[in-house]
């Protein structure tokens, strides 16, 4: 039962020290936005709003 235990925490835990030795590659993330025309007062802030955030993001380690 303890042999069953230890392999199935092996199992469980492997994976994940795994993925965290491994650098992972950057995610990209799309918005659409409002650019250009009446409400690009709007998109313009609100693209603000994201490149703000990803700067945050990524200071804090990604």
Known sequence: ???L???LALFV???VLLSCS???PPIKIGV???LSGA???YGQ??????????E???QSGG
Do not use: R, T, Y
């Not at 802030?45 to 990803?54: D, H, I, S, W």
């Open 1 to 3: 039962m303890n042999v």
């Open 5 to 7: 235990k230890s392999l």
């Open 13 to 15: 835990i492997a994976p």
């Open 22 to 24: 491994q650098e992972q």
């Open 32 to 34: 659409v936005l409002p």
């Open 39 to 41: 409400f690009s007062n």
């Open 45 to 54: 802030k609100a693209l603000k709003g994201a490149q703000l955030a990803v």
């Open 56 to 58: 945050q993001i990524n």
